[in-house]
């Protein structure tokens, strides 16, 4: 039988495109592998022939020779993939769309491809090819949720491991079994969480290199499942990053196994310091939790702390960003993810703001975190896009990364801290300033006596 020719696209932003020259544009330190695509190439028939691309590592051919094209995208580089897989379907090459943003919207996907994956596609990846094979792709495939047992162990081999962030990346669960509306996560997996067999996991990771990072949407969502999976790595001698509910913080049992599994940092989704938002957004597990608390006690346990923070709730006036800012800076968390708040389509949020007429902008590119495309209740959205380039400026100064540094070297060790914290900070550095957010907090500057108070003034003076 001939071999099938596959191609998997991972499409990204104009800024992130890779040359023609094929220079990466962004810093190594945001490029993890493709797991997703990896995972859906280790479920093909053998006799499908897989390439992999990446647009951050390398530009598109679109005379390449395939059979079939599968781009997987999220709301944000939605038109891209959308652009693509036009230019793949006029010269006669099969599309098929897949990834959040197809799964949430999967009729204005298909206006796009031949095809729609919605949800996971390891269940449907052969008969998707049997059907090419027989010149009848279905406009729709989408499998019950099925269970993560038995799944192929990913095609590391696809990909150049010197490209991406120096990580072995795997996954031992997807989704949440929470239902936070500004999440996309919680949409796409319909609020339920799947782990894989634990001893499945521990045999995939031992054959991986000592650092790993477990791309997991809420590792610790299943309390028991997290520990016996930790209880199992102890003996790997691993050391592991991931991302975990802040509740972790307040499980002495399970920090202590996370630690000795060899945890070295996680990221938490603090969100807001507005309970507020936090209730109307269905945070609960982050209600009436003590931040500075959680910080130290993972701190104390030899765990870096990646902090995530979403600005532009309901309840939310420009005094949020320094009362944030400092946070953080007191907390000495070693890294930040300060986003603006998106309302992604198929989500609770989009709908309520939708209902109100306060969706402002439907250019799918703008839904990347980094534009407001609401009308906030309590700010204007300047204030709102400026604000939070103003608490990244002041987190990212020169000042406040050599102080975090510097106390990390004593925490977390000499290696932990030069070789993930500092990276980390510099690359966002240079991304703030490359995306202009830098530039944005300066024409902030010149309103901060009207909007925030006087230890707002204070806190500006750290950059």
């Known amino acids: 039988m001939n071999s099938t020719r596959l191609v998997l696209i991972s499409p990204t932003s104009p800024s992130r495109r890779a040359a023609a020259e094929h220079r990466p544009r962004a810093p190594r330190v945001f490029r993890f592998s493709m797991l997703s695509s990896l995972s859906v190439a280790a479920a093909m028939p053998p006799e499908v022939d897989v390439r992999v691309l990446d647009e951050d590592i390398e530009p598109i051919d679109f005379e390449m020779p395939a059979d079939l094209v599968g781009i997987s995208c999220m709301t944000y580089n939605a038109p891209r993939a959308y652009e693509i897989a036009e230019a793949f379907r006029a010269r006669r090459t099969p599309v098929i769309l897949g990834g959040y943003h197809p799964t ?26 049997e059907d090419l094979r027989r010149g009848a792709l279905q406009p729709f495939y989408s499998a019950a949720q099925a269970s993560l047992a038995g799944l192929s162990p990913p095609r590391r081999d696809l990909v150049r491991r010197r ?11 997807r989704g949440c079994d929470r239902s936070c509306a500004f999440c996309s996560v919680a949409a796409f997996h319909r609020s339920r969480f799947r782990a894989r067999p634990v001893d499945e996991v ?18 610790t969502c299943c309390r028991e499942y997290a520990a016996d999976l930790f209880a199992a790595m102890i003996p790997l001698k691993k050391r592991w990053f991931s991302q975990s509910s802040v509740s972790l913080a307040f499980d002495p049992e399970l920090l202590s196994l996370a630690a000795r599994s060899g945890c070295k940092g996680v990221f938490v989704g603090f969100e807001s310091l507005s309970e507020r938002s936090l209730r109307s957004w269905k945070k609960m597990a982050n209600l009436q939790r003590d931040y ?7 701190h104390d346990q030899g765990i870096a702390v990646y902090a995530g923070f979403v600005f532009g709730g309901d ?7 320094p009362r944030t800012l400092a946070f953080l800076l007191e907390a000495n968390v070693e890294s930040l993810q300060a986003t603006r708040l998106t309302p992604f389509p198929g989500t609770p949020l989009f709908r309520d703001f939708e209902s109100h007429g306060r969706i402002l902008d439907h250019d799918w590119a703008h839904y990347d975190f980094g534009s407001v495309v609401y009308e906030p209740k309590h700010m204007s959205q300047r204030t709102l896009t400026e604000g939070v380039a103003w608490v990244q400026r002041g987190f990212f100064s020169r000042r406040a ?5 510097w106390q990390d070297l004593w925490m977390l060790g000499a290696e932990a801290t030069l070789k993930a914290v500092l990276p980390l900070n510099v690359g966002y550095r240079a991304k703030m300033q490359e995306e202009g957010n830098f530039a944005r907090a300066a024409l902030h500057d010149a309103h901060l006596a009207e909007e925030f108070s006087r230890s707002a003034a204070e806190i500006c003076g750290l950059h």
């Open 104 to 129: 949430l919207l999967p009729q204005e996907a298909i206006e796009h491809a031949d095809s729609v994956c919605i949800g996971d596609a390891e269940p449907v990846a052969g008969q998707m090819i």
């Open 163 to 173: 490209d991406y962030i120096g990580l072995d990346a795997v996954q031992a669960t």
């Open 202 to 219: 521990i045999d995939e990771m031992a054959g991986l290199g000592r650092n790993l990072l477990l791309l997991d949407d809420s590792l």
């Open 292 to 298: 500075l608390q959680a910080v130290h006690n993972l």
């Open 315 to 321: 309840d939310e006036r420009p005094d949020i960003f």
């Open 401 to 405: 990364i050599l102080h975090r540094v």
